[in-house]
C-alpha cells in the first residue's frame, strides 16, 4: 500500500485536473490552462528531486498542492471566495507561511554549508523580506492579470481592491513572523528533518564540485 504522504499528493494533483477540465468545459480556457500549468510545474519540481534522491524535511509539496486545491478547486471553482468573506484571507496567510519557511529552509541549507554564519535576527529579517517582497509581486500580478484580461482577482466581499492589497501584504509579514519562529524550533525537533537538510546541502556541494 502507498504511503499516506503518496495518496494524499495523488489526490490533490488529480482534483487540480479535474479543476482544469471543469474550467475548460465552461469556457475559461486561461484558468484552464494556469491550473495544468502549475500542476506541470510542481510535477517536475517533484520528479526533479526524486531523480536527485533528495527529499524535503516537512511535506512541502502536500501542503503547497493542499494550498492549490483550496486556491484553484475550493476558492475559484466552487466559490468559496465569494460565499466566505474571510476565506481569501486565511488561505494568503497559510501561503505565506509556506512561503516563509521556504525562506528559512533555504538559509538553514546555507548555514549548513558553513558558507554563512549569520545572527537569527539576521535570518528573520531575510525571511519578512523575501515573503513579503514576493507577496507584493503576487499582487501585481493580480493587478496585471485584471488589467490585461479584465478579470477581477483583486478585491474581496466587503473589500476593496487597495484594502485587500494592504490586508493581504499586512498577512504576509505576519506569515513570515510565524515561519521565522516556527521553523528554527520544527527543526531543533526534527532529528529527520535535520538529516535532510543535510542530505539536501551535500547534493548542492556534489553539484557544486563537479561543476567546478
Do not use: N
Not at 520528479?47 to 475550493?74: F, H, N, Q
Not at 485584471?146 to 482577482?153: E, K, L, Q, V, Y
Amino acid at each position: 500500500m502507498p504511503p499516506p504522504r503518496s495518496i494524499a499528493r495523488a489526490i490533490l494533483r488529480g482534483a487540480i485536473l479535474v479543476t482544469a477540465i471543469v474550467a475548460v468545459v465552461r469556457g475559461d480556457v486561461l484558468y484552464g490552462v494556469y491550473c495544468l500549468a502549475a500542476l506541470g510545474l510542481t510535477t517536475l519540481i517533484a520528479t526533479l528531486a526524486k531523480r536527485a534522491e533528495v527529499r524535503s524535511p516537512v511535506a512541502i509539496d502536500v501542503v503547497l498542492l493542499g494550498l492549490m486545491v483550496s486556491d484553484m478547486t475550493l476558492g475559484s471553482t466552487v466559490g468559496l471566495y465569494l460565499s466566505w468573506a474571510w476565506y481569501d484571507k486565511v488561505l494568503h496567510f497559510g501561503s505565506s507561511i509556506l512561503i516563509g519557511l521556504l525562506g528559512f529552509l533555504a538559509i538553514y541549507i546555507v548555514h549548513v554549508t558553513g558558507r554563512i554564519r549569520s545572527h537569527r535576527w539576521i535570518d528573520g529579517i531575510a525571511i519578512l523580506l523575501v515573503t513579503v517582497g514576493l507577496g507584493a509581486i503576487w499582487e501585481i500580478g493580480e493587478y496585471a492579470v485584471d488589467t490585461a484580461f479584465g478579470r477581477a482577482t483583486q478585491g474581496a466581499p466587503g473589500l476593496a481592491a487597495l484594502d485587500d492589497t494592504m490586508i493581504d501584504l499586512v498577512l504576509d509579514a505576519m506569515g513570515a513572523v510565524v515561519a521565522a519562529i516556527v521553523g528554527p524550533l520544527y527543526m531543533r525537533h526534527s532529528k529527520q528533518s535535520r538529516l535532510r537538510v543535510r542530505a539536501i546541502a551535500e547534493y548542492l556541494a556534489r553539484r557544486e564540485r563537479l561543476a567546478q
